[in-house]
């Protein structure tokens, strides 16, 4: 394993190049009032495309759901939804990576947070907040925390996660030799397709400055 991380550290900074991706919407107004339409509702979130968490070690997920709330919200920045679950792969389709199968131990609730609202597109600007897990690949163990910026489309439902290098740590590392260390910046990317729980119903999030 250890002669694997060091192969792999050749590549690795390639590979971060190649995942680590944000995305911002058309120019956007700071808002004051978030209305979540409905609201309080419980919802439900599946992967649309693959989960990408790089941490110069790229690893997939072809599988990732999530469970939480979603309500409207007074501030800037405002939660807007509470991620009380989220599970990365699943025992038939595990995330991968070029070190192994890879897994994930999140600890929620994480928050989804609204600070942009651009009305002519729908779109909400913000972040995932409170992002905690433990991710294990063979002998390396390592912890990671922070926050991924990303936008919510009220056409689509579509939470697309697209963090920049630096909004999530690495807090601890073990076995991992110098591939991954507390140096290290992860990133986070995927997009959830997001319903209330139990219909099609694809919730809304509005901003506005009464």
Same mark, same amino acid.
């Given at each position: ?8 550290a050749l590549?690795a ?20 009032v978030?209305?979540?339409t409905?609201?309080?509702a419980?919802f439900?979130? #599946?992967n649309?495309?693959?989960i ?20 409207s919200a007074?501030?800037n920045? /405002? ?7 989220i599970n990365?792969?699943?025992a038939?389709?595990?995330c ?5 199968n890879?897994?994930t131990?999140p600890?929620t609730?994480w ?6 609202y651009? /009305?002519s597109?729908?779109? #909400? ?12 690949i063979?002998?390396?163990?390592f912890?990671?925390q922070?926050?991924?910026s990303? #936008? ?12 920049v290098a ?6 601890s590392a073990?076995?991992c030799g110098t591939v991954?260390t507390?140096?290290?910046?992860? #990133?986070?990317?995927?997009?959830y ?7 099609t119903?694809?919730p ?7």
């Open positions: 394993m250890k002669k694997s991380i060091r192969r792999v590549v900074g390639a590979g971060a190049a190649a995942f680590a991706m944000s995305v911002a919407p058309a120019s956007a107004v700071p808002s004051t978030w209305t979540v409905p609201s309080p419980n439900t979130a #599946t649309s495309g693959n990408v968490l790089t941490a110069n070690i790229p690893m997939t997920c072809t599988t990732s759901t999530a469970t939480g709330t979603m309500s007074t501030g920045p /405002a939660t807007v939804g509470s991620i009380n679950a990365f792969g699943t038939s389709s595990p991968t990576s070029v070190l192994g890879v897994t131990t600890t609730p928050t989804v947070v609204a600070q942009d651009t /009305a597109t729908g779109v #909400t600007k913000g972040y995932v907040g409170n992002v905690k897990a433990k991710i294990t063979g002998a390396c163990l912890n990671v922070g926050k991924a990303g #936008t919510y489309t009220n056409s689509t439902g579509i939470l697309a996660v697209n963090s630096g909004e999530l740590v690495v807090t073990t076995g991954v507390t140096s290290t910046k992860p #990133t986070f990317k995927g997009n397709a997001v319903k209330k729980t139990g219909t119903t694809i809304k999030i509005v901003g506005s400055n009464p």
